[in-house]
Each structure stands twice: as C-alpha cells, then as structure tokens.
C-alpha cells in the first residue's frame, strides 16, 4: 500500500494538508529558519494541483482493515483553522461522537515539518504524548514522506495514525459508528439521497473547496483566471439551486451541506483578499450569504468555527502569498447572527432528530473567536 502511495506523489502542497515541502522550500531553511514555508505552495507559471493521495486505511465495524470500531480506542487530531478539519468537527459534534473519539486540536500555524500541540500544556498533547502530528504518521510508518494532514484518526493503542482520508473519516463516522450516535442524532449521509449527496459534494469539492485554493495558488494569471470563473459559476449554480431549497439536497442537513459550509464561512475572512476571490463577498450573495447564516446560526456549525484560527492560519503560514504575515483586523462579523428567513423554504435541520447539546467545556471556541459583538 505505502509503495503505490508513494509512487502516485505529485501536485502541489495543500493548505493545512501539509505535505512534503518543496526543494525550493528546503533552500530558503538557511536564511528564512525552522518555520518557513516559502515555496511550499505556489509553482510559477502553473495550475494548482491538489495531491489527494491519504492514508486509505479505514476503521469500521468488521475491522477489515485491522482497526474496528471500538469507543475510546481513536484521537480525531484537528486543527479549526482547516476547512477539511472543520467538517470532521462538526460531524463528529453532530452525530454525538464525543464521548466515543478523543480529540486533539492543533494549533492555527504549523511550519514546513508538522502541525503542533501548541495549544496544550508544555506543548505536548496530553492523550498521545506528542509534540507533533508528525510522530504519529513515523509510529504507522517510519519513512512515511506524504501529507502530514489534519484531520487524523490516530490509533490511541500504538499512537500511530490510521487515517488521513478526510473525506471518508465523515462518512464513516455517520456510518460505521452508528452504534455510538447520540440519541437524536441526525442523518447526514441517508441511504436513499447517497448517490445525489456524492453529486453534490464532488462538484463542491472540485469547483468550491478546492476552486478558491486554485484561485489562491495559482502560478500565473492564466491559471488563476480559469479557477476564479470556474469558482463563481459554481457559486451562481449552487445560489439557484439553494434559491428554491433550504438546504443542497432533501430538507434536512446532510454531509453536502457540512462540506460546503466551511469554505463559505472563510470566504470573506480568507479567500476574498487573501486568494483573490473577489467578485463578490458572501456578504454580497443574498441567497449563500442567507444559507450560511442559517447554518451558523445552527448548534454544531458556528459553534465550532473559530474565525481567529482560521485568519491566523492562511495569512501567516502562507508566506507565498502574504510575506509579511500581517493578519487583517476585519472583516466585520456581526452579520453572522443577523436573521435569514431561510425557514420560510421549510426543511427540518435535523430531520426526526434534535440538536446536539452545548460543546464539553474543553472542546468550547472561545467566544470571542466566533461569536460576532459589538
């Protein structure tokens, strides 16, 4: 398995998928220190090219791959900072997991070798002992030169990590750990609407999750033109198609709503100005600025986004594009819990389930990092 993973290595570093850094990127090591990550992202002169190549281990309830579903045995290690984090959060928020899988959080910036557990004590995460998501990818595999990626499942036992497939990481936790759902807990990925929600979700993911960064990466004006109009046509498709339905597909939340939320909301914090998708602000988009708002304002979404993590993570790790590493002071958040009247279009949020309680005291967002005030 790792052979064929390594034999299909190529495209660029993602954002807070950090993978193996550049040559151009070790050079600088000299005059730029431990933490640059120059050259990491932007190749001049061509295309941005997301690897996709993860760890394709899954845990479940045979446990054929060697990992079954077993409550406390698996840290989910997430950074809030990162849009595909983000969705692993909310799922596992959602759906009721808490108590079933740990969780590690990193902190907003990382440099050219691992996230870290800066944010706990002494720097070390207290469930696994580790100072970097990085020793957890050398305990499964010792030479491992891929992605050093969140969000990961990390076998608790060998301390080594399982999975880095962030898209199966959701579904599975909506479909192999059902036996540890919460009483109430919704249907994110439904039997009968699979086939429309995977539409969905991979048209989002190629021409919105994945088109802001080919905005922002992109290695020439030509590169980054076809991004940027791929980018909103996609957008003014979604807006028609959210115009007339409360939520991408049936009338409750599922998993194509949790994938499209997270980039919507670092859009005008973030991709605007930062990766130059600048049409318009989500602010300035009636129908996705509504839809966004209603899912914020829904427990399990605005309650896991913390808006400083996210800005300190893109404007000081991507030194390509923001050298100086200032963080801008705005944009002004308190729209964000502004009515939408998006119930008008009817849907149930959580179908015949409930919202998930509060968040465990430790897993709270400081309120000041993603409740808009005055």
């Not at 936790?173 to 249907?187: K, L, N």
């Not at 929600?197 to 980054?224: P, T």
């Not at 049409?279 to 427990?299: G, I």
């Not at 015949?352 to 509060?358: E, L, S």
């Amino acid at each position: 398995m790792w052979g064929l993973i390594r034999a299909r290595a190529g495209g660029s570093t993602p954002s807070c998928n950090l993978a193996t850094v550049t040559d151009q990127a070790t050079s600088e090591q000299s005059t730029t220190g431990e933490r640059s990550t120059k050259g990491a992202y932007v190749t001049t002169g061509t295309d941005f090219n997301r690897d996709t190549n993860y760890i394709p281990t899954r845990i479940t309830r045979d446990g054929r791959d060697g990992y079954p579903v077993e409550a406390g045995r698996y840290r989910l290690v997430v950074a809030r900072a990162c849009p595909w984090a983000n969705r692993a959060i909310i799922v596992r928020r959602l759906l009721g997991l808490e108590d079933a899988i740990s969780m590690g959080v990193c902190g907003p910036t990382h440099d050219k070798r691992s996230w870290t557990f800066d944010l706990d004590p002494g720097g070390v995460d207290p469930v696994l002992g580790y100072e970097r998501l990085q020793q957890a990818f050398f305990a499964r595999v010792p030479d491992y030169d891929r992605g050093i990626t969140v969000p990961a499942m990390v076998d608790i036992p060998t301390k080594a990590v399982v999975t880095n497939d962030y898209p199966q990481i959701t579904l599975d936790f909506s479909t192999e750990w059902t036996e540890f759902h919460r009483e109430g807990a919704p249907e994110l990925y439904p039997d009968k609407l699979r086939a429309e929600i995977d539409e969905v979700s991979a048209l989002v993911f190629s021409d919105v999750n994945n088109g802001v960064y080919r905005c922002g990466f992109a290695g020439s004006q030509e590169s980054y033109e076809r991004a940027y109009d791929r980018l909103f046509d996609r957008l003014d498709w979604l807006s028609d198609r959210l115009e007339r339905q409360r939520y991408l597909v049936g009338d409750t939340i599922t998993e194509a709503d949790v994938r499209l939320f997270t980039t919507l909301a670092r859009f005008d914090p973030v991709y605007h100005g930062h990766f130059k998708c600048n049409r318009h602000k989500l602010t300035e988009m009636p129908v996705l600025w509504a839809y966004a708002r209603d899912l914020f304002q829904t427990p399990g979404f605005g309650d896991t986004t913390d808006f400083v993590h996210i800005k300190q993570h893109y404007y000081i790790v991507h030194t390509d594009i923001n050298p100086t590493q200032i963080v801008p002071k705005g944009p002004d958040l308190r729209g964000w819990l502004t009515r939408h009247h998006r119930e008008q279009l009817g849907g149930r949020p959580f179908g015949d389930g409930t919202p998930p309680p509060p968040p465990k005291e430790s897993e709270r967002v400081p309120a000041a990092n993603w409740v808009p005030s005055d």
